[in-house]
Structures are given as structure tokens and as C-alpha cells.
């Protein structure tokens, strides 16, 4: 069986980066402590509304008046608590 030719590559040359000589890219560091705390406690009190609307709800005069926009100001808070995790470092 006759063998196949072989070919030869090309040597690998990185191109050249238009960002030799200009300032480097700053490195972000770890989240501060109170973006933390806020994350998580919007997350905590969106939770804790929509227990507080099932449980006692219909006890609470301006929750009654609120009805079903209960559930959008819970699930909001919560969302948006989810929503600050994605920059959290």
C-alpha cells in the first residue's frame, strides 16, 4: 500500500496584539461586603414577603390592599437579588 504524502505545517505565529505598550487591563477584585449583604437580603425579604402574604396576608391592611401585587413585589425583590449574583466576584 503506497504511503501518503505528508504535509508540512506552517510554524505558528501569534499575531501581533495592537495592545503592546498601553496600559493594562485592570484586574477587578472581590466584591465588596455590602453589595453582599444587600444581595442576599433582597433575596431574604422577597422571601419573607411572600411568607408573610400566605400566612398572614389577609391580616395586614395594606397587604389586602395590595392583592396579587404581592407576589410580583416578592418575586421582584427576589429577582433581583438573583439578578446581583451574576456581578458578584
Do not use: C, D, Q
Request: net charge positive; charged share 10%; hydrophobic share 55%.
Amino acid at each position: 500500500m503506497p504511503k501518503s504524502k505528508v504535509r508540512k505545517k506552517a510554524v505558528y505565529t501569534p499575531p501581533t496584539s495592537e495592545r503592546t505598550g498601553t496600559t493594562p487591563v485592570k484586574v477587578a477584585g472581590p466584591t465588596h461586603p455590602v453589595y453582599i449583604a444587600v444581595m442576599l437580603g433582597l433575596m431574604l425579604v422577597g422571601l419573607a414577603w411572600l411568607v408573610v402574604n400566605y400566612i398572614a396576608g389577609n391580616l395586614i391592611p395594606f397587604m389586602v390592599l395590595l392583592g396579587p401585587w404581592n407576589f410580583a413585589i416578592g418575586f421582584a425583590l427576589i429577582v433581583i437579588g438573583l439578578l446581583m449574583t451574576m456581578r458578584w466576584r
